[in-house]
């Protein structure tokens, strides 16, 4: 076959997009407005959540969550060791403990037997990470967790994933999602929290929103629109464009086909690619039940022709991108040195770090694209 070039991800964006920008734009209203609340509405409806809030991306979502539970200096929280980094940020910008835990080594998500150890009674939360769309065993941490603590799924890359029935973002306490170009579903940058808990919902309502005690819209049309807002909270800005909300709109009625066609693939990676023995395929856990964002491969060294990243090097000679899956925080020279952690505390996420690799799966790939990456890792 003649050389091709396989993107690890492209958003499925296009004219739809392109046109709902155009009423923000004609109107003026361009800030937070009626285009994110319809978009808002529409995430809550297809997760089965009460509430769902839009923000600037997921990693201020998971902040405006921990910020919203009052979590703070002498708290801790639990976060996988695999996992990107925001995840921990969130924790430290809040003045909180990340008190780093290993994940599953076939699922990469948090071990639940390595929380069960980590709980203190300083423990006030847990960052349920879905990573790559597998949403993390909810169930078995609930198990294991003191009814105080609470869950909160670090849900970037599982917009419509399922677990057990139910849907991603009403797992656990709160959760956050992304819409960066990586996700299956975009606005550029953005984000969504959802929670069924009336009284976050109404924190975080404010808190997205300097802390102030309505919204920009009410005010501008309520009956004085001139006079300013009380400030009861310490708030931020992270308040999503009303254009991101009108192309998030578009993308969040695609979300479904999108996933279900990756999950057509994954299975024709899967029936193609198993005959190799140095390539663990990503666990399946029932197809549904995985929103599939990425399909992480584990490069077993022992076995393989060459190790991960010399196999990452020669597929990118041939045009196929890769990546690793994604990062051991507890490897990051920010993390290493302020907590002096050594890279064996946690060797699941490092074998992780070390040995995954993300082959493409996005929803512009032909059939030739997929055929020619599983000949190009057999020809290895
Ligand atoms: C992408 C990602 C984030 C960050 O999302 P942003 O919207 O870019 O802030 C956080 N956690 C995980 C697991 C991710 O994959």
Redesign the pocket.
């Known amino acids: 076959m003649a050389k091709r070039t396989i993107q690890i991800a492209v958003p499925v964006t296009g004219d739809d997009e392109w046109h709902a920008l155009r009423e923000p734009l004609a109107t003026g209203w361009i800030t937070q407005g009626p285009k994110v609340t319809a978009f808002e509405t529409r995430f809550a409806d297809i997760h089965h959540v009460d509430h769902a809030l839009a923000v600037?991306?997921?990693?201020?979502?998971?902040h405006l969550i921990l910020a919203a539970l009052g979590i703070g200096p002498g708290d801790e929280v639990i976060v996988p060791a695999f996992?990107?980094?925001?995840?921990a940020n969130v924790v430290l910008y809040c003045g909180a403990t990340p008190v780093f835990v290993d994940v599953d080594k076939e699922t990469h998500n948090i071990s639940v037997a390595a929380v069960k150890e980590a709980v203190t009674e300083r423990t006030k939360a847990v960052m349920a990470?879905?990573?790559?769309g597998l949403c993390a065993d909810i169930d078995g941490l609930r198990a294991v967790l003191p009814s105080e603590v609470k869950i909160i799924e670090?849900a970037?890359?599982a917009a419509g994933a399922h677990y057990k029935g139910r849907m991603a973002g009403g797992l656990g306490d709160a959760a956050?999602?992304?819409?960066?170009p990586?996700?299956s579903i975009t606005t550029g940058?953005?984000?969504m929290v959802t929670t069924n808990d009336p009284a976050l919902a109404d924190v975080m309502n404010k808190m997205r929103n300097h802390g102030a005690e309505i919204s920009e819209e009410q005010r501008h049309h309520g009956p004085r629109p001139y006079i300013l807002p009380d400030f009861n909270l310490l708030g931020f800005n992270y308040r999503m464009t009303d254009m991101q909300g009108a192309v998030g709109l578009v993308q969040i009625e695609k979300l479904k086909n999108l996933i279900t066609e990756r999950q057509k693939w994954a299975r024709y990676y899967r029936a193609g690619l198993a005959d190799l023995p140095w390539l663990s395929l990503p666990v399946d856990a029932g197809e549904d039940h995985h929103a599939l964002?990425a399909f992480v491969t584990r490069i077993d060294e022992s076995q393989a022709p060459y190790s991960r990243n010399d196999i990452m090097d020669k597929l990118m000679a041939q045009g196929i991108a890769t990546r690793p899956g994604?990062h051991a925080v507890h490897m990051l020279g920010y993390y290493a040195e302020r907590f002096q952690f050594a890279p064996n505390d946690f060797p699941n996420a490092k074998y992780a770090d070390q040995q995954s690799m993300a082959i493409p799966l996005h929803n512009k790939m032909s059939q030739d694209d997929f055929d020619y990456i599983i000949d190009a890792l057999h020809a290895l």
């Open positions: 600037t991306s997921c990693t201020t979502g998971l996992t990107w980094v925001s995840t990470v879905h990573l790559f670090d970037a890359c956050a999602f992304s819409f960066h990586r996700k940058e953005g984000g964002q994604t």
